[in-house]
Structure formats: structure tokens, C-alpha cells
């Protein structure tokens, strides 16, 4: 039986990874086209004869350039695109254009040199129901579903959806959106995490010998709060590209059912050998203001304020100290989950323990020398 070839786009980010692991764990795979700025940060990568590393700056050089260079790496017979590029700029307008600019040059370089392209997926997210902004801007209906109005006035999902909904069609192509919630996984020098940030956070409290307090409200510390681990995003994904009958558009994907921090933390304080503090939230974190956020010991502040420690304990256990960069998303005052009606309607029956999925991201950060053992 012949092999599968499939091109992923920002291959050395937390979700190019993660796919990059799920397509060499099967030997239907190969070969596998990795696209990106950076050099390999895998090392089964590095190592597997089946990958065809394409470094290109997607910004700097055109669909031309990049149609020239996954060419070269053997475009011509991917059936399967995997798109995870993603840059980030603090203007919604920037924002917008260098991502749609990204998604753009990778459709027209696959039409120009990819014949035999079936499928492509773009990993967009669930901003696009606005949880990073909550108000009138937040779908109220939950839990979150596909065909949800768009109501958030800062959502670049939505000229990509469309773009590449456009141009599929005039490809012939299945195009697939999926829409994961909080992603959870690691990679080298991208910490834009929440795991991370806890795990950062919780090496810090140990070392000063303090409680681990949630730093957001209680609102969000006991309301549905949907995670999305990298690599049950990555075999779903695999699982509706090479199912044909699964048809175009968009799918919600999370790990489970009904997961809370009331239920994760205490998990997460034990495995740091933490205590939680008695009483947990002052007064306003147990009455925030409604469609606000609202942290008892913001994140970024805190992170702030401990820096030079950081770097202190980074020298002392020979850790990277560039990790130590990060926000979170505790303060909201909403739900935050969705719907996979529709993933189950198309047969994915898997279902991630998302407690499980923080302890591996933990260990990989013991591994990668980001926090201490």
C-alpha cells in the first residue's frame, strides 16, 4: 500500500509538533513535508528519514519562493496540509493581514505545485466564539457549536475561514477547520502556554515557600473551562483528512466532558508538592463583576515581580530563563466550552484525560530543563 505524504505548515510550534509525532508514530506516513522559520526542534524529526525539513521565513518570501522550496521536498505527491502558522502582533489589524498573508501564500503554493492535494486543514481556535474577550462579543449559547454567529469585532479566524473556504472550492480540495479550545503541549522557545505558566508559577511558589493560590476568580475556577491537548487535536485532525466522508467545514475539538480548575488544581498543587491556601479567594475573586475579568494575583504582574528570581533559580538548575514570559486566561468570568456533537456524529469516539495531559507537559519541562525536577 502506498504511503501517505503530508505537508505541515509551522511545523516546530506546539501543534506542528505534536501532528509531526502523530504522523511518524504510523508507518502509513511518509514522506512528511515540516515547514518553518526555525530549525528542527524535534529530535525524532532530525532523526527520521521520512521528514523533509523546509526552512523558509513564510513573512519575507513569496508563494513563488515557498512553491519553489516545498517542491524541492517533494509537494508534488502531499495529498494532506496541516496548517498551524500562526504570528502574533499586538494590532488586531497586523494581526489579521500577516496571518490571513500566511494562509494565503501556503494555498497558493500547494495550488501551484501540489496536484494531488485532497484535503486541508486549518487550526484556527475558540476565539472565534470570543471567550478572549467575553461581552457582547461572547457567543452566549453554550455549549459552543460550529455554526455559532460571529460576533467578535477581533477574530482573524474569520477572514481565514473564509479564505480558505474560497479557495477550495476552486481547488477541488476538502477543506477542514478545526477549532480547539485551551491547547495544551510544549515546544522549545514557544512558552504561549497556560500549562507553562502554571508550571512556571508553581516551580516559583515552591521556591519561595508559599501556597499555590488560583490566581484568577472563583467564577472561573468552578465553571466549565474546555481544554484541548495537542496531541488529541493532532490524531483528530489526521482522522477527518483521510476520512472522506467527512465533509467540509468546521469542528470543535476538546479532550472531555465537564473538566474544572476546582477539579484540577488540588491534582496539579499535589503533584508540585503544594498546599492550597484556606480561605482561597478574597472578596472580589468570589464576586466579580459579571462579563469582566478579574485576577487576584494576575499573572503577569506576578511574573514581573519575581523575574530576577526566576532567573536566579534558571542558573541554579541550569534552566532556560527565557521561559519565564507569560500570561494566562484565569480572570474570565464566563464559561468557556463547546460542543463536539459534531466530531461524534462523524465517528471520533476518543476522549483525553486532560489532568493527564498537564502531568506529560509537566514532565517534558522537567526534560527540557524549563522547570527543576
Known amino acids: 500500500m502506498s504511503k501517505k505524504c503530508a505537508i505541515i505548515f509551522g511545523a516546530n510550534g506546539i501543534s506542528g509538533i505534536a501532528m509531526t509525532k502523530v504522523l511518524l508514530a504510523s508507518d502509513e506516513w511518509g514522506p512528511i513535508i515540516c515547514v518553518s522559520r526555525r530549525p528542527p526542534q524535534l529530535e525524532e524529526a532530525a532523526n527520521d528519514s521520512r521528514i523533509q525539513f523546509v526552512s523558509i521565513d513564510m513573512v519575507k518570501s513569496s508563494a513563488d519562493d515557498l512553491a519553489s522550496k516545498i517542491s524541492a521536498a517533494g509537494a508534488a505527491i502531499a495529498q494532506?496540509?496541516?496548517?498551524?502558522?500562526?504570528?502574533?502582533?499586538?494590532?488586531?489589524k497586523e494581526l489579521n493581514d500577516v496571518n490571513k498573508m500566511?494562509?494565503?501564500?501556503?494555498?497558493?503554493?500547494?495550488?501551484?505545485?501540489s496536484p494531488k492535494l485532497k484535503s486541508f486543514m486549518l487550526q484556527t481556535g475558540a476565539k472565534y466564539y470570543g471567550t478572549h474577550v467575553g461581552g457582547a462579543e461572547l457567543v452566549q449559547d453554550f455549549p459552543w457549536k460550529e455554526d455559532a454567529p460571529r460576533l467578535c469585532k477581533s477574530c482573524f479566524y474569520y477572514d481565514q475561514e473564509d479564505l480558505l473556504e474560497t479557495y477550495a472550492a476552486n481547488k477541488n480540495w476538502r477543506y477542514l477547520i478545526t477549532r480547539p479550545?485551551?491547547?495544551l503541549g510544549v515546544s522549545k522557545g514557544n512558552y504561549m502556554n497556560f500549562a507553562v505558566s502554571i508550571a512556571l508559577y508553581a516551580s516559583l511558589?515552591?521556591?519561595?515557600?508559599?501556597?499555590?493560590?488560583w490566581p484568577g476568580n472563583e467564577v472561573e475556577y468552578t465553571t466549565h473551562f474546555d481544554h484541548s491537548s495537542a496531541d488529541n487535536n493532532s490524531k483528530f485532525q489526521v482522522y477527518i483528512s483521510v476520512n472522506d466522508k467527512v465533509p467540509s467545514g468546521a469542528y470543535n475539538i476538546k479532550d472531555e466532558e465537564g473538566t474544572t480548575f476546582s477539579e484540577l488544581w488540588p491534582k496539579i498543587a499535589e503533584y508540585f508538592g503544594l498546599r492550597i491556601p484556606e480561605p482561597h479567594f478574597n472578596e472580589k475573586a468570589k464576586h466579580p463583576k459579571e462579563q469582566s475579568t478579574y485576577c487576584q494575583m494576575p499573572l503577569t504582574k506576578y511574573a514581573q515581580e519575581h523575574k530576577a528570581k526566576w532567573h536566579e533559580i534558571a542558573k541554579k538548575h541550569k534552566l532556560d530563563p527565557s521561559a519565564y514570559d507569560y500570561d494566562g486566561c484565569a480572570g474570565r468570568t464566563w464559561p468557556d466550552y463547546m460542543s463536539i456533537e459534531k466530531a461524534r456524529k462523524y465517528g471520533w469516539k476518543e476522549e483525553r484525560s486532560t489532568l493527564q495531559s498537564y502531568y506529560e507537559v509537566f514532565d517534558e519541562l522537567k526534560k527540557m530543563k524549563v522547570i527543576p525536577e
Do not use: M
Open 80 to 92: 494532506h496540509a496541516f496548517f498551524y502558522t500562526y504570528i502574533e502582533k499586538p494590532d488586531f
Open 205 to 213: 511558589q515552591k521556591n519561595l515557600k508559599r501556597d499555590f493560590i
Open 181 to 183: 479550545n485551551v491547547i
Open 102 to 113: 500566511l494562509l494565503e501564500k501556503a494555498l497558493h503554493a500547494l495550488g501551484l505545485v
